[in-house]
């Protein structure tokens, strides 16, 4: 492997570790159900860094998918690229799809993470949200897989190109 793709791999690296830190982060700083209180039939929250861990984290992610689409020369999934093949092609999908869901997950539960009003039913009884455990570690561990698939599939492909380019190796028969 040359420095260029070493360096390549470790940045995006890097930043997926951090979108995950971030995530999982939030995941302990959350506003758990035992800390909100009624307040004049109302719910008052705790402050919690939670919301900007879990937006720190959203961000990474997209920054860590402009990063792996721009330095390892495009996606190579979407293009007739004889080099490319259908491992390769399969992880630079479940990468994006990964990073797809862990924004979406990540934005979801730091919105519910901030929610400051509850919800009064019939009888009078007031219901506070708070984030399921476990919402921001599943978004930080799709962040991680994002890169993590991102890499692989740009190693698969380039490697399938040096092979490609020096021919194949081996005994012949």
């Known amino acids: 492997m040359d420095c260029k793709v070493a360096v390549h791999c470790a940045i995006a690296a890097v930043l997926g570790i951090i979108a995950a830190a971030t995530g999982f982060a939030g995941e302990v700083t959350r506003v758990k159900a035992c800390e909100v209180i009624i307040k004049d039939y109302s719910c008052v929250y705790p402050s919690s860094p939670a919301l900007v861990l879990g937006i720190v984290s959203a961000v990474f992610t997209i920054i860590t998918r402009i990063y792996m689409r721009v330095s390892f020369d495009g996606s190579r999934c979407c293009r007739r690229d004889p080099n490319s093949t259908s491992i390769s092609k399969l992880l630079f999908v479940l990468s994006w799809v990964a990073s797809v869901i862990a924004v979406i997950v990540l934005v979801t539960a730091t919105g519910l993470n901030t929610r400051h009003h509850g919800e009064t039913n019939s009888y009078g009884v007031i219901t506070c949200y708070v984030v399921k455990p ?40």
């Not at 994002?146 to 380039?158: K, Q, R, W």
């Open 134 to 173: 476990g919402i921001f570690a599943t978004g930080a561990t799709l962040a991680l897989l994002s890169a993590v698939f991102g890499i692989a599939g740009y190693l698969i492909t380039i490697s399938s190109a040096k092979q490609a380019a020096t021919g194949p190796t081996g005994p012949r028969c």
